[in-house]
Structure formats: structure tokens, C-alpha cells
């Protein structure tokens, strides 16, 4: 996996991205949709994540269609800035139809809309985003994310993001769901525990709040359930990342080692992972229980 940190100083600012588990019923229980990353890019190069990506200037454009207004979408991210919160919430669903074709809209979408999205976004000059759904007819569903949460970049990192994580309900549409076969190069819809034990056994590559939140809802038994879940405000949680033996290990937010831990709210989670040739693993404080 793709990644690189400096202790010499901090790394630069973190970007304001978002990602979006788009989950549905499988039968044997909750399914998300997950792509792997192609191993040249920059950022968790080969890891499997869920679709995202930075938020781009055209998110916050006052005239791209939604079904909540920058008031509604800052109240729901507990959020005091409304046009940067209504930008998140573009951005997520903009990335959604990118890198998995799922186009999560209010009202009607048309056959073959989201792959005429997905190639008209990838193109070089095209219209606007707003116009291109106006084009479909579309207006984007901000009121269909739920804030699941928020996880920022180590600051050892030299590549930072501020990530807003979002969960979906998936539509009809999204069982033709594929990666875009350039950043992203296989795609499939996985049960969270099955992701995870892939990765403990080495067979695919996820990064710490993927890890994590996988395990946050590998206990659901339906998609109902976890759009229903009570959460609480959804706050920044950054890891920190330290020396250990002779690679790296990095702490999250509840590990009792870390610099400003928190209360612990479920004992049984993963909080520390181990940076090991190219992959992470649990660390020793990841297998409590």
C-alpha cells in the first residue's frame, strides 16, 4: 500500500474528502460496496476502500441540485460552516457515481444514468456538475447519507485527508455497481466480517478507519438496523503514529496509549494497527476483548 510519513516535522493540512459505505441486504446480513485502490495511486495505493475522494471546488456550487439546502446539511454534521457541510455531502455522492456508478438521487433515475455520469465526469473539459445532472434530469440525495464518522490523517503522514464518512442505503441501480477500471481496478460487495478476516489473512489490504469501521458494523443484521442506529455527534478522530520495533504502529483515538485518548466505547474494536510490509495488522492492543 502506497504511503509515506515524516517525523521531522508535520505534514501539510488536511483535505476535505468523503467516502460512503453503500451497504445492502445480503443473505447473510448487511453487504458494502468496496473497491480496490490501483497500486500506482498516491494514497492507499492497492487497499480496498469504500468509494470517496476530495471534495473539488464544483461541490460547493450554489446551483448543483440537491434535495437539502447548506443549513439542513451543516445540522446533520453538527457542522458551523453550511457551505463547506453542503460541499461534503456533494462531494460524496459525486465520488459514489465515480468510482462505483451508484448514483444516489431524489426521485427517478433514468437507465444508464450513472454510467453517463461516471464518463462525462472522467472526461477532461465537460460541463459543469451541475449541469451534467441537470442534463439527467437528477437531483443529488444529501437526506440519503447518514454521518457515520470523521477521521482525520495522522499528521505524520505527508498525504492528509479530514474524511467525513457517510453510510447509504443502496439503490435498485446499484447491483450493476463496478469500479471505474483506472483509479480503481476490482470492485466487490463484501459482508464486514468477511473483509476483515481477508484482510487478518493477509488477502486484501485495509487501512486503519477502513479496519475500524468495517468492525463497527460487522455486527448489524440488517441494513434497517444500521440506518437506525443512534450516533452520537459526529466528531474528528485523528490517529497518531509511532515508532515500533522496527517498523511503525499507529494508535487511534481510544488506544490507551494515545496522547489524547478518549473513553473507550466498545472494547471489543480494533485501536492500534502495525505498519508491516506494504499492509497493516492488528496490534496487541487491537486483539483485546
Partial sequence: MTIAFSFTEDGPAARD????????????????????RAAAVRFMGGAYV???????????????????????????????????????????????VEESGIVLAAGEVRDGAGARLRA??????????ASLLAREGLTLACSALMPWSRWVTPRQETKRFDARFFLARAPESAASAVHDGGETVASEWLRPADAVARALAGEIVLAPPTWRTLAEIASATSVASLLTEQRAPVLPLEPVVRPFEDTLAVLLPDDREHPR?????DPSLPTRFIYRDGTWELGFEGMRG
Fill in 17 to 36: 474528502a468523503a467516502t460512503v459505505l453503500v451497504v445492502r441486504d445480503g443473505p447473510r446480513g448487511p453487504e458494502v460496496f468496496m473497491v480496490k
Fill in 50 to 96: 469504500f468509494p470517496g475522494g476530495r471534495v473539488d471546488a464544483e461541490d460547493a456550487a450554489p446551483d448543483v441540485p440537491c434535495d437539502l439546502d447548506a443549513a439542513a446539511c451543516a445540522a446533520r454534521l453538527a457542522a458551523d460552516e453550511p457551505a463547506k457541510a453542503r460541499a461534503l455531502h456533494v462531494a460524496a455522492l459525486r465520488e459514489c
Fill in 120 to 129: 462525462a465526469l472522467e472526461g477532461g473539459a465537460r460541463p459543469s456538475l
Fill in 261 to 265: 485518548a478518549v473513553s473507550v466505547q
